[in-house]
Nanobody, 120 residues
Framework: QVQLVESGGGLVQAGGSLRLSCAAS????????MGWYRQAPGNQRELVAE???????NYADSRKGRFTISRDNAKNTVNLQMSSLTPEDTAVYYC??????????????WGQGTQVTVSS
């Protein structure tokens, strides 16, 4: 199986910054895409940013410019640097990875989520 573990969430003042990290482990042949989604109460889970193994990125328009995604393919990690945070950024942030296991089976896995709370 493939597992994801997130870290870096917490409480931050408006205007502050946080850096989220996610590490994938398990029977991994390749990870095609790693990224971050978030979900606030009453809302659907939405894309924040994702990156392919080739380095192409996909950002939600509303967050592009404040959030920066980075990835280390060799370490199977992905990070999200968040700046100029506002209370509207408050949500549970989930790491996502899509790829192929060593045995060839496709996977789409999620981390447990990490809470980000931005206070006024």
């Amino acid at each position: 199986q493939v597992q994801l573990v997130e870290s870096g969430g917490g409480l931050v003042q408006a205007g502050g910054s946080l850096r989220l990290s996610c590490a994938a482990s398990g029977s991994i042949r390749s990870i095609n895409t790693m990224g971050w989604y978030r979900q606030a109460p009453g809302n659907q889970r939405e894309l924040v940013a994702e990156m392919s193994s080739g380095g192409s990125t996909n950002y939600a328009d509303s967050r592009k410019g404040r959030f920066t995604i980075s990835r280390d393919n060799a370490k199977n990690t992905v990070n999200l640097q968040m700046s100029s945070l506002t209370p509207e950024d408050t949500a549970v942030y989930y790491c996502n990875a899509r790829g192929r296991q060593e045995l060839g089976v496709l996977f789409n896995v999620w981390g447990q989520g990490t809470q980000v709370t931005v206070s006024s």
